[in-house]
């Protein structure tokens, strides 16, 4: 049936055909199935061209991929990209910050205590393929298929969380960012003054109570930069996402209007892998240099437009508790 | 110091205050023989006072002489310090601080601390004084509100915040910062206020302020006050312990202190011969 109808309107398609003729002289058919838009940039005006350039850029932000990436938008990559980062900086920051509050405040001086410390520098050091490899063997083939047999037992052998996924993914860069911010939080713990602390205490506050009610509070400003130097390193990451849950091409989106609205297990598109699949992989790929280069732009304007928000966060939060004194 | 310059110093009138011999007053705090060590270094030695209730004691002595530590040992903020110990015992009201079944921050709550460097939190005022009453566990706002506007009438600072307590402890100035810390410590309507040089980074007008607070706080609360300043032990106390390297040399009253100290260290260093 559907079939049937398929084909039809694929033959009306083909029915319908453009012949135009160049200046040159030859003749060009063109199925009008193919057309997509048309216009004719010498008759128009200045304000007209700039209003087509506006109106082109804008398709490249809003619209999806065409003829396997080589044309048409980039959205989804950007918005891919988009929640990857921001759920890695939410799931990277308690992580980062519950370590240092335990390094800096309850931990012993001792043996042990050195040894974290030199394990979170050497983790620093570690390539980020590394962790892609980590990545795959411990959340995707490990808690992943776990999951699938205890949650998801109908679906397999179809994977759910087996494969590569945006949870899978953000975690992965989690990891690999969350030296960034123990050594960013530990430092701005030490930097809040003793008196604060004993203020707290000797106001009746118990350890904890002090560390969450005073100790956190003075210390955001500089655990907002960790959070920050963490987004930077882990928006521009493409290599070991390769491996957990980037895709080529994805149909749907990480986050959208369908109950649950978050999709934790989709595979999702990165402007990164786009910068690669586009430059590397397309067939023509001179024919991909601009879309690469857009692309390229895309992607570092969102950084840029991500660490701008984080760095009015922590002004704010600056403000609200700067000290003007004396 | 010259007698004239004492009674000028002094504001109240000498006859007919309740001051009385240490021996005789009803110590609040009864000190016995309290050793403290910081590692293997020894900070007090063998320290016997009693702190008279509803009164103002000074402690004075050069610097490093232990003022501090004896302080910080009545709320027990000395065990925050690593390494350090304590030998004979310390009682508060009979008894003993350091009774295992005496918890910690119960103890603290009966004591309200300010420092030498004005310590307030990253909070709005309002938050800050209400600060001890949140951690016990009160949060019904209107509990909090009378005890912020009491707290804060107390410390003189009301008339000065009443129209931003909600904004950050942080813009207010030096002496309002203390006097603000000054609020957050009698807001758990402690027993006993500990004051550590109150007023070193004050200026003479701030100084004087919190002098007079001083005055106005000992008809409900017993208060400890450490001071570098002769003037200021002169003028604000009832009695006056003098220290000298980790030794309690002299405990009298103030009267007796400055005009004739028994001791010639005492006299040496109240008319400034060292220290
Ligand atoms: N945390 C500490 N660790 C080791 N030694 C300490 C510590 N705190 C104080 N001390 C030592 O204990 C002695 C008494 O110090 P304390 O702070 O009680 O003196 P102080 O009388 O308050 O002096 P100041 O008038 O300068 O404040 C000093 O010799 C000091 O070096
Ligand atoms: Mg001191």
Redesign the interface.
Known sequence: MLARRAKDLRSQEAASVLHIRLADGRAVRIPTGKIIRYYQPNALSAPERLGMAVMNFWRFLSEDPREANTEGGIFPAIFGTFVMTVLMSVLVTPFGVLAAIYLREYAKPGLWLRGVRIAVNNLAGVPSIVFGVFGLGFFVYGVGSFVDRWFFGEALPTPTFGTGGVLWASLTLALMTVPVVIVAAEESLASV?K??R?????????KW?TIR??VL??AAPGIMTGFILAMARGAGEVAPLMLVGVVKYAPTLPLDGIFPFLHPERKFMHLGFHIYDLGFQSPDSEAAKPMVFATTLVLIALVVLLNLAAILVRKNLRR??????? | MPAELFKALRREPDAGTNVTAPETARPLIDVEGYNFYYGSKQALFGIRMGIPEKQVTALIGPSGCGKSTLLRSF?R?ND?VEGSRHEGNIRLGGRSIFDPALEV??L??R???V?Q?S?????SIYENVV??L???GQNDRRTLDAVAERSLKAAALWDEVKDQLGE?A??L??GQ?QRL?IA??IA?NPEIILMDEPCSALDPVATTKIEELIFELKKDYTIVIVTHNMQQAARVSDWTAFFYLGRLVEFDGTKKIFLSPSQKQTEDYITGRFG
């Open positions: 003054p008196g604060t004993e203020g707290s205490l000797a106001c009746g506050a118990s109570q009610r005073v509070p003075a609200k508790y700067a000290g003007g004194t004396f | 709320n903020m925050l921050i119960s603290r709550r004591m309200g601390m420092f460097k310590n307030p939190f990253p909070k600060y001890g949140r951690v016990a950050s942080l813009k100035s030096g910062m810390c957050r410590a758990n």
